[in-house]
């Protein structure tokens, strides 16, 4: 065979093989279950990645938030966390403690006895009513803060009651039947109470002494003539809003006693022993005298 039939031959054979290895070397078929496969991973770390951007955002104080730039690149700028604001409740304001009114002057808590140590005498003797008390009362005593305290001074033991202590004197407040407690409190506790209560009598004189006020100014009868003295003593009553000013002469000494709503407190020191009880003088405010216990017939003028 020549040459150029064998070369002939060779580009046929070559041919062929062309043609086979066209159907023999094609692309393989795509791989469809890899795809998917991995098109599921795929979105799985997408929705994966998502949560947790919105439990980040969750997590972020209520001020954080992001804002888009104008450009719209997504760029964002988180701002610094607003701290929360909550409203902080003042405190209550202290309850004012409730308790009785003062005297109208200082000068009625005598011998250095302070307006507190007189309103916690108050409190005992009223605590002292209802631990002693037999029965339900026609006048119910009411609390503390029902009272003005009017006077409270040393009280001196006698033969009937032995041992000093203090002598508190308070009266219910805008009361018409003009109750009134006087209360000795000895040894640190209340020993006694004597409360009187009652409209004034139609015709009444203008002023009018305590009926009960006697325990204030004078010792037992058991020690007529043997008084304790120095002594401390002390008048009360009521007077008419026409009696501009008051005076009780006792022993060798006259006082002008404190007028405080409506009653009167008088005050002062016996150096020696007496027997006539305080002589009480009311005058009106142009200095006449409207009243004087040495002619009131209904008043004690001597100790028993």
Not at 161 to 184: F, Q
Not at 194 to 218: E, F, R, T
Request: net charge negative; proline share 8%.
């Amino acid at each position: 065979m020549s040459d150029e039939e064998q070369e002939r031959d060779l580009e046929e054979r070559l041919r062929e093989l062309l043609a086979e290895d066209a159907y023999t070397i094609r692309p393989a078929p795509a791989p469809y279950p890899e795809i998917r496969r991995r098109g599921v991973a795929e979105r799985r770390r997408r929705a994966a990645a998502a949560g947790a951007v919105l439990v980040t955002l969750a997590a972020l104080p209520v001020g954080a938030y992001a804002v888009t730039g104008n450009d719209g690149g997504g760029s964002t700028t988180a701002t610094s966390p607003t701290p929360s604001v909550s409203a902080t409740r003042s405190p209550a304001p202290s309850p004012t403690p409730s308790g009785p009114a003062r005297p109208a002057t200082e000068g009625q808590l005598l011998d250095g006895i302070t307006f507190e140590q007189a309103a916690d005498a108050l409190d005992q003797c009223l605590a002292y009513d209802e631990q002693h008390s037999l029965g339900p009362r026609d006048t119910d005593l009411g609390p503390a803060d029902s009272y003005r305290i009017i006077l409270a001074m040393n009280s001196t033991g006698d033969s009937n009651a032995p041992g000093d202590g203090m002598y508190v004197v308070a009266v219910k407040k805008d009361d018409e039947h003009s109750t009134r407690l006087i209360c000795n409190i000895r040894e640190g506790e209340a020993q006694g109470l004597n409360i009187s209560s009652g409209a004034p009598d139609p015709g009444s004189p203008v002023v009018v002494p305590d009926i009960n006020g006697g325990k204030l100014y004078q010792q037992s009868f058991l020690d007529r003539g043997n008084w304790k003295l120095p002594f401390r003593w002390g008048v009360i009553g009521t007077f008419d809003p026409s009696v501009a000013k008051i005076t009780v002469s006792y022993g060798a000494t006259t006082s002008r006693a404190d007028l405080d709503h409506g009653w009167f407190v008088a005050s002062g020191v016996l150096e020696r022993q007496v027997t006539a009880a305080p002589r009480i003088k009311g005058y009106d405010a142009g200095g006449n005298l409207v009243y004087d216990s040495d002619e009131d017939t209904s008043y004690q003028k001597t100790l028993p």
